[in-house]
């Protein structure tokens, strides 16, 4: 499989739930990225993993929680989610560090909490 | 941080006409700025780039323009097809060694035969 993998398309949870989010990226890229899509919002940057550097958002709830294992795979760990955390979850790589700044998107995660 | 504004929200164009979308950025240090088209249950998909050091770029009916003085970049796209209706977003790239993103809020276009 080629290009940035996310898994899975859809998700449905309830607020006391516990579920992962996977993305892997199979382009050899060196810095991945989520980013959350929400209705009429821009797209707005939560987690940041490069070789260098981890960026977080300060504004991002605790009761989101990334890992990243390895330079291909990326997780977003959930857990006591809200409503208004429902939305298309996106993960991106990219291969900054060679000056390659442009992000390859996965076709993302939709959630739902309800 | 980096703020991206983008206009217009929405955009309606007859097949064969031209379609321009404009973006504001705040950052003098931002240094990279793509545009993504965003399709119906797809991730954003990257279509056309431009660096600071370069005042515009081509690939066949799609162009960028950047005014690094003003602070500004459009996307044009020429002899527009309904293949090219979708949601464009813009972005700008700011601090640190990874490419970290601020993206306008999108503007779909709608081509109408």
């Known amino acids: 499989e080629t290009g940035v993998t996310q898994t899975p398309r859809h998700l449905v949870m309830g607020m006391t739930n516990k579920k992962s989010l996977k993305c892997e990226q199979h382009l050899g890229h060196n810095a991945m990225y989520w980013y959350k899509q929400s209705a009429k919002k821009p797209l707005e940057l939560m987690f940041v993993?490069?070789?260098?550097?981890?960026?977080e958002n300060n504004s991002v709830p605790s009761r989101f929680s990334p890992e990243c294992p390895n330079s291909s795979h990326l997780f977003l760990h959930l857990h006591t989610l809200q409503p208004e955390d429902s939305a298309l979850y996106l993960c991106?790589?990219?291969?900054?560090?060679?000056?390659?700044?442009?992000?390859?998107f996965g076709s993302g995660t939709r959630l739902t909490v309800v | 941080g980096e703020n991206v504004e983008q206009h217009p929200s929405t955009l309606s164009v007859q097949e064969g006409d031209s379609a321009v979308i404009k973006c504001t950025y705040s950052d003098s240090a931002s240094n990279y700025f793509p545009w993504y088209k965003q399709e119906l249950g797809k991730g954003p998909q990257l279509i056309i780039d431009i660096r600071s050091n370069v005042g515009e770029k081509k690939d066949q009916r799609i162009a960028v323009t950047l005014n690094k003085t003003a602070k500004h970049f459009s996307l044009h796209i020429t002899e527009t097809q309904p293949e090219d209706s979708a949601v464009y977003f813009c972005a700008a790239r700011w601090g640190g060694t990874a490419s970290k993103l601020t993206f306008g809020t999108g503007t779909r276009l709608q081509v109408t035969l």
């Open positions: 991106a790589s990219s291969q900054a560090l060679r000056g390659d700044y442009g992000y390859t």
């Open positions: 993993y490069s070789l260098e550097e981890r960026v």
